[in-house]
């Protein structure tokens, strides 16, 4: 009876045993094999609350990680660069001047691009206001009607363009006017761009209010 009631422990350990190497094995990655990246967790702009949110007129970009580009993007990284205050630069769509922002773009193969940008330079309220009305001026744009806050005085534009439609978030944090836009083909209805656009203004706004308080 000794003998058999060994025997039967032995049974069980060995079952114990087993059942843990197999739930190492499934929860440990084996050598070589690559680990599975943690998703990103994302925030619409509606449910981001800007009223505390200090950002830096100073640069931002190095706190945007790829992964949050080519999530705006809806593709790959084909092509990353960007710029610092005093830098000679394309500071418009043909425009190449001193730059009095800090700014950086990511695109696509798609015509599609994501881009952040703050000016140096403080902004007034007055001022602010200003921009936000201008932003709609150009041809093709309208300003998109209750767009969710972006700062304490803010806008949202939507711009249809060629094979194009993108959408900018400005708004005034503190004394800093932040920019940030995202564009996409065409094809891509004018909610998903809004949508898209929006998470993609918050990480700019997160990655902006990371820094110091006053560039200078």
């Known amino acids: 009876m000794v003998a058999g ?6 049974v069980v350990v060995a ?3 087993l059942v843990r190497a197999g739930e190492d094995e499934s929860t ?15 925030t619409s702009l509606a449910a981001y609350d800007t009223t505390d949110v200090v950002v830096a007129r100073a640069d931002f970009c190095p706190a945007i990680s790829q992964e949050q580009a080519e999530l705006a993007l809806g593709e790959e990284v084909a092509e990353a660069e960007s710029y610092a205050n005093g830098d000679r630069a ?9 730059a009095h922002e800090y700014a950086c773009t ?4 798609a015509h599609s691009i994501a881009r952040g940008w703050v000016f140096a330079p403080p902004v007034t309220p007055e001022r602010a206001r200003e921009l936000a009305d ?4 150009p041809r093709g744009c309208r300003t998109i009607r ?8 803010s806008t949202g534009v939507l711009c249809r363009t060629g094979p194009v439609k993108r959408v900018v978030f400005q708004g005034l944090f503190g004394d800093a006017w932040l920019s940030c836009a995202l564009t996409r083909p065409r094809s891509t209805s004018g909610a998903e761009v809004e949508a898209a656009a929006g998470q993609w203004c918050v990480a700019v706004a997160r990655a ?9």
Do not use: C, I, N
């Open 106 to 109: 990511w695109r696509g193969t």
């Open 28 to 42: 440990t990655p084996r050598s070589g094999q690559p680990t599975a990246k943690p998703s990103l967790s994302t």
């Open 15 to 17: 079952a114990v045993l």
């Open 134 to 137: 201008a932003a709609a001026a």
């Open 5 to 10: 009631v060994a025997a039967l422990l032995l």
């Open 208 to 216: 902006a209010s990371s820094g110091p308080l006053d560039a200078g």
């Open 146 to 153: 209750d767009a969710p806050a972006f700062g304490s005085v």
């Open 90 to 98: 394309e500071v418009a769509p043909g425009v190449t001047d001193v």
